[in-house]
Structure formats: C-alpha cells, structure tokens
T-cell receptor, first 114, second 115 residues
Framework: GENVEQHPSTLSVQEGDSAVIKCTYSDSASNYFPWYKQELGKGPQLIIDIRSNVGEKKDQRIAVTLNKTAKHFSLHITETQPEDSAVYFCARREYGGSQGNLIFGKGTKLSVKP | NAGVTQTPKFRVLKTGQSMTLLCAQDMNHEYMYWYRQDPGMGLRLIHYSVGEGTTAKGEVPDGYNVSRLKKQNFLLGLESAAPSQTSVYFC??????????????FGPGTRLTVT
C-alpha cells in the first residue's frame, strides 16, 4: 500500500499547551483512520479513530479531523499533561482493502514538559 | 480478558538459529497480524491471517513463516535468524472491518536480538 506521511517526527510542548500531529496520504480509497499511542516498552493502543463519512471526532482532550479533499487528517491534544508523553502513530485503511490491513505513519514522539 | 498476549517478551538468538514467537488472543477475533517495529520505520506488516488455517503475506514477509492452526493463536517463525531481523515484534488482532469496526488490538511486543 502507499505510505502515510506523518509530521512532525518529534514534538515538544509545555504542559497545558496543545499538540497537533498531521498525516497525509495519497490513496483516495482510504476510509478509516485510527490513531495509536505507544508508551515506552508497550504495544500501540488505539486512542481515537475516524471514518471517511465524518469530518471531526472528539473524545475529551483528544480530537481528530479529516479533510478527504486534501487527503490529510490530524490529531489534536488539548491541555497536554506529562502522561501524554509517548509516540503517536497515525494509520489508514483502504476501503475494501486486504482484510483490514493498516498502513502506518512513522510516528511522532511527543514530549510534554511539566 | 487478557486481550492479546505474546511470548516470549525478550529473546537473543545467534545468526542461523530458529525460533517461534507465539501470539494468543481471547477476544474471539477472526483476524490476526504480525508486525515488526524498527527505529524510524514505524510498524510494518509481516504476515496476517483472516481465519483459522489461512495466512497471507504482508509488506515484509521474507525470512518469516506463520501458522494459524487455532483461531486464538498465531505463530511467527524464523527458520534461520539474521541480524537484519533484530527488531521488536508486535502481534495484533481484530474483528472483520465491515462488522464490528475492525479496530486492531496489539500485544505488548517481543524484543528480539540476533547476534
């Protein structure tokens, strides 16, 4: 499958500030866009996802926006806390694609400084 | 529920040795996946399975084999380990995309070093 470009690769913010991570893709057949959080020494954990029929989704301090025309989607974390420090991965899945296979971005290491 | 479990957690192999990584899930998921994670490369799919007795190649299948003899287990084998296979390996499982959402749940990983 085609790659997902994720930016930035590292992000450092002060506690309480917002953090934004952006991913772009080129395959217009993509219809599902999850975000995973990976803490040190652990497996990735799904934190939020969005499907192609929705433009925005929120869950407390986390939100994801999707612009299908421009083929990009973003993760927004507000009022960041030190426990938000982790590596975040975006991913995409193709409509009708191989049994739900995901194509991942290369990750963003978020550091929240107290 | 334990979710997705992986054994072993750590392993050191010498070049040419073989080993099998075991993944087990208790969520009755039809689909299972093996990924490898390397610094700066994100997660790359090695092999996957859409049901008991079926397997298919992912993005980076060379040097690996898999088997899905039982629905709850997915085995990843390295027949002749090479230093390039030093990585962290993650297993994941999901229900079919079109039914119960298809979210993938990951195990805690196996850190493999090949010397």
């Amino acid at each position: 499958g085609e790659n997902v470009e994720q930016h930035p690769s590292t992000l450092s913010v002060q506690e309480g500030d917002s953090a934004v991570i952006k991913c772009t893709y080129s395959d217009s057949a993509s219809n599902y866009f999850p975000w995973y959080k990976q803490e040190l020494g652990k497996g990735p954990q799904l934190i939020i996802d969005i499907r192609s029929n929705v433009g925005e989704k929120k869950d407390q301090r986390i939100a994801v926006t999707l612009n299908k025309t421009a083929k990009h989607f973003s993760l927004h974390i507000t009022e960041t806390q030190p426990e938000d420090s982790a590596v975040y991965f975006c991913a995409r899945r193709e409509y009708g694609g191989s049994q739900g296979n995901l194509i991942f971005g290369k990750g963003t290491k978020l550091s929240v400084k107290p | 529920n334990a979710g997705v479990t992986q054994t072993p957690k750590f392993r050191v192999l010498k070049t040419g040795q073989s080993m099998t990584l075991l993944c087990a899930q208790d969520m009755n998921h039809e689909y299972m996946y093996w990924y490898r994670q390397d610094p700066g490369m994100g997660l790359r799919l090695i092999h996957y399975s859409v049901g008991e007795g079926t397997t298919a190649k992912g993005e980076v299948p060379d040097g690996y084999n898999v088997s899905r003899l039982k629905k709850q287990n997915f085995l990843l084998g390295l027949e002749s380990a090479a230093p390039s296979q030093t990585s962290v390996y993650f297993c994941a499982s999901s229900s079919p995309m079109l039914t119960r959402g298809g979210e993938q749940y990951f195990g805690p990983g196996t850190r493999l070093t090949v010397t």
